[in-house]
């Protein structure tokens, strides 16, 4: 495997520091989530996110926990078609990363968290539990 042209480490908020001040809401109470929640959530995350460097500035208005709730059952995608211009699939990890590194965060839409990553993690309730051993979307930055 040749070397990527792209750094092994980055996070957004290396390009964009006054992401690390925006509550997209990177947290969510686990309380009343389920499978059917998470993906509008996910996807509302990410078009804030992105919003907010569109704009070169943490906007006031965003997407909050109620456009989820209202978009219950929907799919990242659906979410991206309704409220932007569609998405895009990213196939490699160098798409990945050229897309994070020109545009911002992404999603993930198969990720499947294992019981003994989620032990592991740093972040505290990172995922959800209807969500272990399953596909779960997850913002990337």
């Not at 495997?1 to 686990?30: A, E, G, I, M, Q």
């Not at 500035?57 to 909050?64: L, Q």
Request: glycine share 6%; proline share 9%; charged share 25%.
């Amino acid at each position: 495997r040749s070397p990527s042209k792209f750094p092994f480490d980055f996070h957004v908020h290396d390009r964009w520091n006054f992401l690390t001040s925006f509550k997209y809401p990177r947290r969510l109470k686990t309380d009343g989530i389920d499978k059917d929640l998470l993906p509008p959530m996910v996807g509302y995350q990410c078009i804030n996110a992105r919003g907010a460097i569109a704009h070169g500035a943490i906007p006031e208005c965003t997407f909050k926990h109620d456009a989820a709730k209202s978009a219950l059952g929907f799919s990242v995608e659906k979410i991206f078609q309704t409220v932007g211009k569609g998405s895009k699939s990213l196939e490699t990890i160098d798409e990945i990363k050229k897309e994070l590194m020109d545009r911002g965060p992404v999603v993930s839409v198969s990720f499947v968290p294992t019981d003994p990553m989620v032990e592991k993690t740093t972040y505290p309730e990172p995922f959800f539990n209807c969500c272990i051993g399953q596909e779960h979307p997850i913002l990337i930055v």
